[in-house]
């Protein structure tokens, strides 16, 4: 596929914002559906929402690294755009999708490229329950928190926690607990992509948490339900000189 039709949002951050009136000067202001490839000018946040905002569109995403660590971003470089683009590698990527309930049984959904994260919201540790495809692995976990990462996910919060690095190929996800207590030597799981991970929260009323979505924060959580929509195709494109693929290779050599 040839790309000559971008579409340019940035970030509130002042470089960005320069940066997309100059490139909207030289390649043209394409209507965001009338366009072939969606050109984002942030950092990794600004990304993310991004492609929660436009995936329904179905045009590769090619971010410009105006934000700080940049992990989902291409580096700031002065080559001819359309030609870099037309050069790229792509990507792909599917969703993680949050089913939650409150503890007033309002429902809440939300997608997550990253990672869904529960976390404690008071000085109490959390009790959650673990179930995969409705059998449950884990009677009671006691912690500060548990996340489920995708592959894109996995060198972010996941990683913090002392998560596995996952291949951007593979089709897996990350289940890693956050400080776990009991059983202390948990280290959590990998699983396939099409398995559905449900968390009861154990005490929800004496022991509240949250869920977040990668940004989309719930308070006050009692059951969630989480599953990847591999119905749902991401493209991101990187320069062919750095892969998404060798960034993950890198991250899992660095010390």
């Known amino acids: 596929m040839k790309f000559n039709k971008p579409y340019f949002i940035a970030s509130t951050n002042n470089e960005a914002q320069e940066q997309k009136k100059i490139l909207v000067s030289k390649y043209g202001d394409f209507a965001v559906n009338d366009s072939d490839v969606l050109i984002v000018l942030g950092g990794d946040g600004f990304m993310l929402q991004a492609i929660k905002d436009y995936m329904d569109q179905k045009i590769p995403f090619f971010g410009i690294n105006y934000g700080s660590i940049g992990f989902l971003m291409n580096s700031v470089a002065d080559d001819h755009l359309i030609k870099r683009l037309n050069a790229s590698q792509s990507v792909q990527l599917s969703p993680l999708v949050m089913t939650a309930y409150d503890k007033n049984d309002t429902l809440h959904t939300a997608k997550a490229i990253n990672e869904v994260a529960l976390l404690r ?3 109490q540790a ?12 884990l009677e009671e976990l006691i912690c500060d928190g ?15 926690a002392h998560g596995p690095i996952l291949s951007i190929e ?10 776990a207590f009991r059983p202390r030597r948990w280290k959590g799981a990998i699983l396939n992509n099409k ?13 509240p948490v949250s869920a977040t979505a990668d940004s989309l924060e719930v308070r006050n959580v009692k059951s969630i339900t989480i599953q990847q929509d591999t ?6 494109l990187y320069d062919s000189n750095h892969s998404f693929e060798e960034r ?8």
């Open 121 to 123: 919201q008071t000085h």
């Open 126 to 137: 959390a009790k959650i329950q673990v179930s995969i495809d409705n059998q449950i692995r």
């Open 146 to 160: 548990i996340l489920l990462a995708t592959p894109s996910g996995s060198t972010a919060y996941n990683l913090s």
């Open 170 to 179: 593979s089709n897996d996800l990350a289940l890693t607990p956050i400080s």
């Open 195 to 207: 398995s559905e991970v449900k968390l009861d929260i154990l005490e929800n009323d004496k022991r």
């Open 231 to 236: 119905s749902i195709k991401i493209i991101l």
């Open 248 to 255: 993950i290779l890198n991250e899992q050599f660095k010390y």
